[in-house]
């Protein structure tokens, strides 16, 4: 059985590919494809996986919890397994907490992988990174998190790690898988075409005629209401409608720039590790191919231009 782990990442576009999946699981059933959603995988499945256990014996149970439920797919006569959940990457909050993009990813990761019987292909949609926290601070703001201070938005623009590092962590933690990665900004809105590059479909079912984009980040108006509710004051955000815009133009343009740069290193192979598919349109993936075959390990720690210790 094949297994591919959708990662996210989180803003970006993760929820709508999860309900594309969920709403799509009947008509993929039958063509043995089998779906593990938050609405499974959060419900305990891979409670002790994610994290660092504190108990002796605790990461053993949960690999053997989550193999007696792939063993149990497979006996349905699922041929491939979609794992899809953001949380394996990271939380938002964690990301805030250590003002980088998704700092554990590869240790979460191994972790994960440990409780499959190998892992075929990973996906993770990114997105450039001043929408990405601009979308991820509007969303724990509505959910109680302080307005950051100035010092901590400056902080966020200029972390070096970007996309390009946690990629290279997801390339040594999963290293026998097939790494792909999709641009947000042109996948979001087709999530049976995110499926079909990342399964290998010939046939997805369709997305609904009114479309799907879930949980979108709170409006600014929103935001407003929940700090005066809360008893903060709504004038320290900007007045007007429309989206939170945390960062000045400099720091939004700094963080334009390493996205370029991923983007960039991704285009002309991303090092062997990863696999980079722009193009949406079914039957015309434009694909960026790595160079040439290359081993995947830890061994990528010690290459020129590598970052050692780097979702």
């Known amino acids: ?128 990174p001043e929408m990405w926290w601009a979308s991820t601070l509007a969303h724990l703001v509505a959910r109680g998190l302080p307005l950051p201070e100035p010092e901590r938005i400056e902080a966020f623009s200029t972390s070096q790690r970007g996309w390009r590092q946690v990629i290279s962590d997801i390339a040594v933690a999963l290293p026998r898988a097939t790494l792909l990665v999709t641009p947000f900004e042109r996948f979001v809105t087709r999530p049976d075409r995110l499926l079909r590059q990342v399964s290998g479909l010939l046939y997805t079912p369709p997305v609904p005629p009114t479309g799907i984009w879930a949980h979108r980040a709170p409006p600014l108006e929103d935001l407003r209401q929940v700090l005066a509710l809360r008893g903060d004051d709504p004038a320290l955000l900007p007045a007007g409608p429309g ?25 002309a192979g991303a090092d062997g590790l990863a696999r980079l598919t722009e193009d949406p349109e079914a039957g015309q993936g434009r694909f960026n191919w790595p160079p040439a075959p290359q081993r995947k390990g830890h061994s990528h720690d010690r290459q020129k231009g590598r970052l050692a210790g780097t979702c």
């Open 243 to 267: 989206r939170w815009m945390p960062f000045g133009p400099e720091q939004s343009a700094r963080l334009r720039e390493r996205y370029a740069d991923d983007l960039f290193w991704l285009r």
């Open 1 to 128: 059985m094949d297994v591919i782990l959708h990662l996210g990442a989180h803003r970006a576009g993760a929820t709508t590919f999860q309900t594309y999946l969920r709403g799509a699981e009947p008509q993929l059933a039958g063509q043995g494809v089998g779906v593990w959603g938050p609405w499974r995988t959060r419900k305990g499945l891979l409670h002790g996986l994610m994290d660092p256990t504190r108990r002796s014996g605790d990461a053993l149970r949960a690999q053997g919890r989550v193999r007696l439920a792939t063993t149990a797919s497979a006996a349905r006569g699922v041929a491939t397994l979609m794992v899809s959940d953001e949380d394996m990457l990271g939380t938002p909050r964690g990301c805030v907490r250590a003002g980088a993009l998704y700092p554990d990813a590869g240790a979460r990761l191994r972790r994960v992988a440990a409780g499959f019987d190998g892992v075929t292909r990973a996906v993770i949609q990114i997105r450039s």
